[in-house]
């Protein structure tokens, strides 16, 4: 069998018409293995299982809310010619204003486990991190701050590696849909059900 390791396509110069930046990010409510479970067709993700990787019940997930300029998404490269290996670290860097009371607890749960997480970032582009092997809780912090005009509130850092760079998954069309950003896979948004609190 053949294996094709060249170039099979270019790419034109685009519109400068997207900016930077993070809206959200949901993380779901148990780990799943999504390339397998879910459907997928040239790196665009178009359907999600059920929570216990079925095909009717409800996928749960958790949003997240962001403030503009704070968060940010990288995929880092890592490439070893002498090993003829190569892998994407996927890195979040999530910032929220204000401590309250029911933070640590969340903290603690998100750090307990491999996360399959869902970015919308400005251009209302959905990503999937750690599809695959999951993010997890890397680093991060609390602080008060001391001056009056310093944050107060917490950072978390999530980080994971995969074979595959960033998996989209189908492009919203409602953002007054009650499944948004998640209504534009069809059917398969029937199921999501996105919890705040």
């Known amino acids: 069998m053949a294996i094709t390791c060249g170039v099979t396509q270019g790419r034109t110069i685009d519109c400068a018409d997207v900016v930077g930046g993070l809206k959200a990010v949901y993380f779901a409510a148990s780990f ?15 359907g999600l299982p059920d929570d216990a990787g079925g095909a009717s019940s409800t996928y749960n997930v958790y949003r997240y809310e962001l403030r503009p300029e704070l968060s940010s998404m990288t995929i880092n490269i890592q490439g070893d010619t002498n090993n003829g290996t190569v892998f994407y670290e996927q890195t979040l860097s999530l910032q929220f204003h204000k401590l309250a009371s029911g933070d ?23 990503y999937v991190l750690g599809a695959e092997n999951g993010l997890d809780l890397s680093g991060g912090n609390l602080t008060t701050g001391t001056g009056f ?13 995969e074979l595959y760079p ?9 953002p007054s849909a009650a499944t948004f950003p998640f209504d534009g896979s069809g059917a398969a948004a029937s199921g999501v059900t996105i919890a705040v609190n």
Not at 33 to 46: F, K, W
Not at 104 to 126: Q, Y
Not at 166 to 174: E, H, N, Q
């Open 166 to 174: 960033v998996y989209f998954f189908t492009a919203p069309s409602d």
């Open 149 to 161: 005009g310093d944050a107060n509130g917490f950072q978390l850092d999530l980080s994971g590696r």
């Open 104 to 126: 640590a607890d969340k903290i603690v749960e998100l750090a307990k486990g491999r996360l399959n997480t869902f970015v919308l970032d400005n251009n209302d582009n959905l």
């Open 32 to 46: 799943q293995d999504l390339p397998v479970v879910a459907s997928v067709t040239s790196g665009v993700m178009s």
